[in-house]
T-cell receptor
Framework: SAVISQKPSRDICQRGTSLTIQCQVDSQVTMMFWYRQQPGQSLTLIATANQGSEATYESGFVIDKFPISRPNLTFSTLTVSNMSPEDSSIYLC??????????????FGEGSWLTVV | AQRVTQPEKLLSVFKGAPVELKCNYSYSGSPELFWYVQYSRQRLQLLLRHISRESIKGFTADLNKGETSFHLKKPFAQEEDSAMYYCALRNTGGFKTIFGAGTRLFVKA
């Protein structure tokens, strides 16, 4: 299995500021994913981050607002820029890992709960 | 377009009763289907996947391609099954997973 650590676990942020969320994995993984889970809603994929290349963003998400770094195979950061109250959400880091006969498994971090005031 | 629909936001059953959490999907190819579970104060984790055809914690799910469904079932619910359950789909050969809105299961004593 893969163990994922996310920091911060929660934070209260002033509107207009930016916050960087860190995601550390205890194993080397090719793909890391960032999801957003807004209150009462499901998980929405923000982007996929591969080491050594630019992140691939989903429709509705742009690099200027959510810049992502992936400097190595065990670490990634997501920055939420120029925050507004609409960015209040849980941000989840996840990875695919395993390679068993049943395929890879997706593992999730505990999430970073951001509240923008 | 890929879509996962979980029609029930909340499902409440008594302990020992059968439980079925519904999941329907929309996808033109052959998807991989999963159920994820999030217990209180824990992180989201994989419960089972259709290609394994396994039973985990008494739960099973059968992929019905004709009805495009992947309902999660358990014959006798336990209080510890109370959690948030998400159905998820990944396209074959792809790497993106999309999630349904989730169903909160509450098992009453």
């Amino acid at each position: 299995s893969a163990v994922i650590s996310q920091k911060p676990s929660r934070d209260i942020c002033q509107r207009g500021t930016s916050l960087t969320i860190q995601c550390q994995v205890d194993s080397q993984v090719t793909m890391m994913f960032w999801y957003r889970q807004q209150p009462g809603q499901s998980l929405t994929l923000i982007a996929t981050a591969n080491q050594g290349s630019e992140a691939t963003y989903e429709s509705g998400f742009v690099i200027d607002k959510f810049p992502i770094s992936r400097p190595n195979l065990t670490f990634s950061t997501l920055t939420v820029s120029n925050m507004s109250p609409e960015d209040s959400s849980i941000y989840l880091c996840s990875v695919e890992y395993g390679g068993t006969t049943s395929g890879n498994t997706i593992y999730f971090g505990e999430g970073s709960w951001l509240t923008v005031v | 377009a890929q879509r996962v629909t979980q029609p029930e936001k909340l499902l409440s059953v008594f302990k020992g009763a059968p439980v079925e959490l519904k999941c329907n999907y929309s996808y033109s190819g052959s998807p991989e289907l999963f159920w994820y579970v999030q217990y209180s104060r824990q992180r989201l984790q994989l419960l089972l996947r259709h290609i394994s055809r396994e039973s985990i914690k008494g739960f099973t799910a059968d992929l019905n391609k004709g009805e495009t469904s992947f309902h999660l079932k358990k014959p006798f619910a336990q209080e510890e099954d109370s959690a948030m359950y998400y159905c998820a789909l990944r396209n074959t050969g792809g790497f993106k997973t999309i999630f349904g809105a989730g169903t909160r299961l509450f098992v009453k004593a």
